[in-house]
């Protein structure tokens, strides 16, 4: 009986997260006519007729939005790594006055809600004269990051010093030690911030809703959100937009399930 | 000598950018509080405290504020049915990981798209009412994001589907480290599963359920996406930083739009160092 209500419990919730899914890609392989006079929950009677994702693909430019999305992604994933590492080997493997000036600076940073503090940081960035360019969006995915550097300072500090030791006796530099040593022990916590980093600016709506107006520099959320004006009355092709977005991030969490389970847990918890 | 300063070299990029882009930030944004700024002028006109009097009296501004509560009270149903799932997950069960991705998997979508799965959903005629004529609830149906009295509800049920996930992972995840012995030595004693559950798992995830509360507070109040793409404000659904949006990027009043962003920030800090009052965390150690 327990038994039971529990597996009925997990049925419903399942139901309750994919229903929503399932019936927008229903509606994404509906011709505008069989979208009108179907309801939601009917199948399509093609699952071959794919002329609204042909559309959604040309009319939104998704091809760009993907484009501009991986350029902005490779950029600020690598600046991200680089910068977080050097600032966490600092803090793990040198004494330096001010040191808990520095990790309460970036901690009490971490509790600033990165949307409301935007009003101020628009005019820096416009002062730059970053605006509607991708650097914008590079800028702030590197400079809004703390919880990468803390990753990156708890994983060094498994990592045994006896190391970097043993080779400043073999006459290595700090540089070197980092980017011998330590650099490469680092694979796992880089793999970690790339993932939880790289899913965040992915789907990141607000920033380059306001730093990329252009349609020109659209990534892929914003490159969505432009088909709600024009496309309103088209629910079809709005659906197939919408599974092109959704598809890559189905994939990615079939192929590296465990890999986000464990970032997303550090993440969320350092 | 060069050693001293040699910290400061690694540090020097993360630091530049942490001020520049947080620091800096908030700073100006104090100062543009006091002043009548449109985010143009060469000058700034100083208005005294008249932003802040405005942000608490006005009602367009401090309704904003009550938005939060229905996301607020979300949270709390997203707590518990994470906390649920949690708990069942970490027993055995059939299909363990299959359920586990499903329960998951809405956290990882693009905020665009779960918006406008959503406004599908809630369409007139849409999937929902038709799932509820068919249960037999025809005459359930409402405007689901058109009725200012239903709008923030439907936004905050469709942030609990999006942040369910999150919430459950991070349970099940503490859950996990509570070591299996304690279990077996519980049985031996006789502890039924509703003791199991209140005696092992909640002390052993104490201070992942407090840390979701921080979360679901500045959260609630941070709310922007789902409404912004969904309603746009519109019907009754205007949360405090779609309000703060549009007041600063298309009515160019920069410094009101500052003063709500100082008044949500100080809130954030206030109930964040409540909640480390509260619940001390383990000390964050260096070296």
Same mark, same amino acid.
């Given at each position: 009986?327990?038994?039971a209500?529990?597996?009925v419990s997990l ?15 229903f509606?994404a392989f509906?011709?505008?006519?069989e979208?009108s006079?179907?309801g ?7 699952w071959?007729n794919?002329d609204?994702f042909?559309?959604?693909?040309t009319q ?9 999305t ?6 600020s994933?690598?600046?991200?790594i ?9 803090m793990?493997?040198?004494?330096f006055?001010f040191k808990?000036?520095?990790l309460?600076?970036f901690l009490v940073a971490?509790?600033v809600p990165?949307v409301t503090?935007?009003?101020a940081?628009?005019?820096i ?6 605006v509607?360019?991708p650097g914008s969006?590079?800028?702030l995915f590197?400079?809004?990051?703390i ?7 708890q994983?060094m500090?498994?990592?045994p010093?006896s190391l970097?030791?043993a ?5 290595a ?6 980017r ?5 022990l680092m694979k796992?916590a ?8 790289g899913i965040a600016i ?8 306001l730093y990329?107006?252009s ?6 959320s914003t490159?969505?959100f ?5 496309y ?8 197939a937009?919408t599974?092109i977005v ?9 192929l590296?399930?465990?890999f ?5 847990t ?5 | 000598?060069?050693?001293r300063y040699a910290?400061w ?7 530049a ?6 620091y800096?930030p908030v ?6 509080s006091?002043t009548s700024w449109?985010?143009?002028?060469v000058?700034m006109?100083p ?5 802040y009097v405005?942000?608490f009296?006005d009602e367009?501004?401090?309704r904003?504020?009550?938005i ?5 009270v979300?949270?709390?149903a997203?707590i518990?049915i994470a906390l649920?799932f949690?708990?069942i997950l ?8 299959l359920?586990k991705?499903i329960l998951?998997?809405?956290y ?6 779960v918006g406008?799965?959503?406004l ?5 005629d849409g999937?929902?009412?038709t799932v509820? *004529?068919?249960a =037999? #609830?025809g ?5 689901w ?6 709008a923030? $509800?439907s936004? /905050?049920?469709?942030s609990?589907w *999006?942040?369910? =996930? #999150? ?5 099940l995840?503490a859950?996990q480290s509570?070591?299996g012995? $304690?279990?077996e /030595?519980?049985e031996i004693d006789?502890?039924g599963?509703?003791h199991k ?12 359920i407090?840390?979701s509360?921080?979360l679901?507070i ?8 789902i409404?912004?793409i969904?309603t746009?404000?519109a019907?009754?659904?205007r ?6 949006y549009?007041?600063?990027?298309q ?6 739009a500052?003063?709500?962003?100082v008044v ?6 206030l109930i964040t160092?409540?909640?480390?009052r ?10």
């Amino acid at each position: 009986m327990k038994k039971a209500a529990k597996y009925v419990s997990l049925i419903v919730a399942s139901a309750v997260v994919l229903l929503p899914l399932i019936v927008v890609l229903f509606a994404a392989f509906k011709t505008h006519a069989e979208y009108s006079s179907s309801g939601p929950l009917t199948p399509p009677e093609s699952w071959l007729n794919v002329d609204n994702f042909a559309t959604a693909w040309t009319q939104g430019r998704m091809l760009l939005g993907f484009w501009n999305t991986t350029v902005i992604l490779a950029i600020s994933l690598t600046g991200t790594i680089l910068i977080g590492t050097l600032a966490a080997y600092a803090m793990s493997r040198f004494d330096f006055a001010f040191k808990r000036l520095v990790l309460g600076l970036f901690l009490v940073a971490a509790l600033v809600p990165g949307v409301t503090t935007q009003v101020a940081t628009y005019q820096i960035v416009k002062s730059m004269g970053l605006v509607n360019t991708p650097g914008s969006a590079i800028v702030l995915f590197l400079g809004t990051d703390i919880i990468s550097i803390y990753i990156f300072i708890q994983f060094m500090q498994s990592i045994p010093p006896s190391l970097d030791q043993a080779a400043m006796m073999d006459g290595a530099s700090r540089f070197t030690i980092y980017r011998r040593i330590i650099l490469p022990l680092m694979k796992p916590a880089i793999a970690t911030v790339a993932i939880i980093k790289g899913i965040a600016i992915y789907n990141e709506f607000y920033i380059p809703f306001l730093y990329l107006r252009s349609p020109d520099l659209s990534v892929i959320s914003t490159a969505l959100f432009r088909f709600k004006g024009p496309y309103g009355a088209q629910w079809e092709t709005i659906a197939a937009c919408t599974m092109i977005v959704i598809l890559p991030t189905v994939v990615l969490f079939l192929l590296l399930q465990r890999f986000i389970y464990n970032g997303v847990t550090a993440g969320a918890t350092k | 000598m060069t050693r001293r300063y040699a910290a400061w070299l690694y540090l020097a990029p993360a630091l530049a950018l942490l001020i520049t882009f947080t620091y800096v930030p908030v700073a100006n944004m104090v100062v543009y509080s006091f002043t009548s700024w449109d985010g143009l002028d060469v000058t700034m006109d100083p208005v005294g405290l008249d932003n802040y009097v405005r942000v608490f009296t006005d009602e367009r501004y401090w309704r904003v504020f009550l938005i939060s509560g229905y996301y607020f009270v979300a949270s709390f149903a997203q707590i518990a049915i994470a906390l649920y799932f949690a708990v069942i997950l970490s027993f055995n069960t059939r299909f363990r990981n299959l359920f586990k991705g499903i329960l998951f998997f809405p956290y990882l979508l693009n905020g665009v798209a779960v918006g406008f799965v959503f406004l599908y959903l809630f369409q007139p005629d849409g999937t929902l009412d038709t799932v509820l *004529r068919w249960a =037999g #609830l025809g005459d359930q149906t409402h405007y689901w994001l058109g009725d200012p009295d239903i709008a923030n $509800i439907s936004l /905050a049920g469709t942030s609990v589907w *999006r942040f369910t =996930g #999150l919430s459950f992972v991070l349970f099940l995840g503490a859950i996990q480290s509570i070591p299996g012995e $304690i279990y077996e /030595a519980a049985e031996i004693d006789g502890a039924g599963d509703w003791h199991k559950f209140r005696h092992i798992i909640v002390p052993g995830i104490r201070r992942i359920i407090s840390l979701s509360f921080i979360l679901a507070i500045s959260g609630s109040l941070s709310v922007f996406e789902i409404p912004f793409i969904m309603t746009g404000g519109a019907n009754g659904t205007r949360t405090f930083v779609v309000q703060a949006y549009e007041t600063a990027f298309q009515f160019r009043q920069i410094g009101l739009a500052s003063a709500m962003a100082v008044v949500l920030l100080l809130i954030v800090l206030l109930i964040t160092w409540i909640q480390r009052r509260l619940v001390p965390d383990e000390e964050v150690t260096l070296s």
